[in-house]
C-alpha cells in the first residue's frame, strides 16, 4: 500500500532533517578536532611544517602528517601560504607539503572507515572527562579533540541510518542510474559540494556513508569522490585571492596536478570502466581505498614535476606591475561623533586598520634579513608612515570623543581604544626601525647567523606572527576565550625567549663565529617580544570584563572552559 502524499512529504522532511544534522554534526566534529590540535599544538605543527625545506620527500611527510592531526588539507594550505607569503618557505617546499597533505586527508577518510561504534562511548567519557577535568591546556584540547573523534563516529552513524530509507527508493534508483550513465555531473556535484562543505574529508566520508548502504552505486561514488579532489584543491584557492603572487602560484600548481589529475581519471573511468573490486570488500571500503590510491598516485607523479609546474604557473600568474595605490578613506566618521557607540565602532575599524598593517610588515621581515629587497623595505616604510598617520587622527578622534558626556563603560572603551592604538604604533616602529634597520646591516656587512641562531629566529618571529593574527581576531570579535589564549600566549612567548637567549649564549661559547651576530640576534629577539607583547594588550580588557584577570596574573578558568 503506498502511503499517502501527506506521509510522504513527511517522511521527505524528516529523512532530509536527519541527513541535513548528521552532515552539520560531521562538519562541527572536524572542526572541533582542528581546533584542539590548533589550540594545543599549533607552534610546534608550524615550526615542524617551515622545516620542511629541507627535501622534497620531508615536506611531503610533514604534510601529510600536519593534514591528519588538523583534520584538513586546507588548513595546512593555509599555514604554507603564510609561510611562503613571509619568505621563510620557498614554493617548491611549499608545493611538496601541500601534496603530503592530499595524502594525509585521505589517510585521515581511512581512519574514519574504519568500524569502531562500540568505542565511542569510551571515547565520549576519555575525551569529555579530560575536557573538563584538565589543568592545562594541552590536556583540555586534547580532551577536545578526543570528543570529536567520537562524535565524528557518532554523524557517520547517524548518516547511515538517514540513508536506510532510500535503499528501495525508486526515485533514488532512477536519480542514480542517471548518474551511472553521466559521470561528469556526478563529478561536478562532488567539487561543489566539497568546495561548499570547506572539508574534502567531510564530503567524502559521506559519500562513503552512502556507498556503504547500497545507495550509491559504486562508479557513481568514485566519479563524486574524484570531484571532490578537485573541490578539495579548489578551496585553498579561493581562500588566498588576496595573497602575495608567489603564494597564490603554489595553491594553483597543487590545484593542477590533484584538479587535472582528477579530471583525467574520470574520463580513463569513464573509457575503461574498469573493475573496482581489487580494491576492497564492499563498496565503501573500495572508494576509500581508491581515494588515498589517487592522492599517492598524484603525489609521485607530481613530486619530480614541481620545477617545471611552478615555472608554468609562474607565466600564467605574473608579478604585479607596482602602481599608484588608491587613497586611503578614514573609517573615522565625524558626523557620528555625538554618538559615542558609533564613533568608538569607527575608531576600532582603524585600529584594526593599524593592527593589519602591523601583520602586513611583519610577515616579510625575516625575508628581509635573508634577501634584502629595497622594494619590502619601502613598503614596511610606507605602512609604518601609515600607521603613524592613523594612530595621530584617532586619538585626536577619541580626543573630541571624550569632550561629550560618555557613561563610566563608554570613557574606559575610549581609553581602551587610544591604548590599542598606541600599542599598535609602537609594535610597527619596532618592525620599521629596529627590525628593518636590523636587516639593512646584515645585509651592508655580509653578516650570517649561525645555523641554529636563524632556526631560532624564524621560529620566534613565527610565534610572533601567529599571535599578532589571533590579536587581530580577539579584537574583531571581542571573544573571551581566544583573548585568553592570547595572553597565554605572552606568558610562553616570555618564557621562549628566555630559552632563546640561553641557548644563544651556549652558542657563543661553542663557536666564535656566533660573536659578530651576536648583539643582532639578541635585539631581534626582543624586538619581536616587544611587537608580541604590544598587540597582545588588545586581549586584557576582554579579560578583564569577563572577571578571569588577577591583579598579578591571569585567573584560573572555570571548569570546563579552555
Known sequence: ???????????????????????????????????????????????????????????????GNAAILLQSSTAVAMLAVSFVAAGTLGGKAALALL????????????????????????????GIGLFFNGRNRTVKQTGRIVTGLALVFVSLTMIRGATEP???????????????????????????????????????????????????????????????NLGGAAIPLTLSLSAPVG?????????????????????????????????????????????????????????????????????????????????????????VIDDPDRAMGCATREVLRMGESVHAMLVPIMGLYRDWDAETAAFIDESEDEVDRTHFETKLYIARLQQRQLSPAQSRRAMDIATFANHMEDAADQISTQMKDIAKRVHAERLRFSEDGWRDLNDFHDCVLSNTQLAL??????????????????????????????RHLA??????????????????????????????????PIVEDAGELLSSRLADPPRGKS
Not at 548518474?179 to 562543505?197: E, K, R, Y
Not at 563498496?283 to 619530480?304: E, G, S, T, Y
Open 166 to 228: 532510500l535503499r528501495d527508493s525508486p526515485p533514488i534508483d532512477a536519480i542514480m542510474g542517471y548518474l551511472a550513465t553521466d559521470p561528469i555531473s556526478a563529478f561536478a556535484i562532488g567539487a561543489v559540494l566539497a568546495w561548499a562543505m570547506h572539508s574534502s574529508i567531510a564530503a567524502v566520508l559521506t559519500f562513503v556513508a552512502f556507498a556503504a548502504h547500497g545507495v550509491l552505486p559504486v562508479e557513481v561514488a568514485a566519479a563524486l569522490v574524484l570531484g571532490a
Open 1 to 63: 500500500m503506498r502511503p499517502d502524499p501527506p506521509e510522504r512529504a513527511s517522511a521527505i522532511v524528516v529523512f532530509v532533517l536527519n541527513l541535513a544534522g548528521s552532515v552539520a554534526l560531521l562538519l562541527w566534529a572536524v572542526r572541533m578536532i582542528r581546533t584542539g590540535v590548533e589550540r594545543a599544538f599549533m607552534p610546534r605543527l608550524r615550526a615542524g611544517l617551515r622545516t620542511a625545506d629541507q627535501s622534497a620527500l620531508r615536506a611531503a611527510a610533514f604534510g
Open 473 to 502: 581576531n580577539v579584537l574583531l570579535t571581542g571573544d573571551v576565550e581566544s583573548a585568553r589564549q592570547l595572553l597565554e600566549e605572552k606568558v610562553r612567548i616570555r618564557e621562549l625567549e628566555q630559552k632563546m637567549q640561553i
Open 99 to 126: 601534496l603530503g597533505a592530499d595524502i594525509g586527508s585521505a589517510i585521515a577518510v581511512q581512519i574514519y572507515s574504519v568500524p569502531v561504534e562500540k568505542l565511542i562511548p569510551l571515547l565520549l567519557l576519555v
Open 507 to 540: 652558542r657563543l661559547r661553542e663557536s666564535p663565529a656566533s660573536i659578530e651576530t651576536s648583539n643582532l640576534h639578541q635585539e631581534t629577539l626582543r624586538a619581536l617580544k616587544h611587537v608580541n607583547s604590544a598587540v597582545s594588550f588588545v586581549a586584557y
Open 247 to 335: 603564494a597564490r602560484r603554489v595553491l594553483l600548481a597543487n590545484l593542477g596536478f590533484r584538479g587535472g589529475g582528477a579530471v583525467l581519471a574520470l574520463g580513463a573511468l569513464s573509457v575503461l570502466t574498469p573493475d573496482l573490486s581489487p580494491l576492497g570488500a564492499t563498496p565503501a571500503r573500495q572508494i576509500v581505498n581508491l581515494h588515498l590510491a589517487f592522492n599517492i598516485a598524484i603525489a609521485a607523479l607530481a613530486l619530480p614535476l614541481m620545477r617545471p609546474a611552478l615555472a608554468a604557473v609562474a607565466a600564467l600568474l605574473p608579478d604585479r606591475m607596482a602602481g599608484a595605490h588608491p587613497a586611503r578613506i578614514s573609517a573615522l566618521d565625524e558626523t
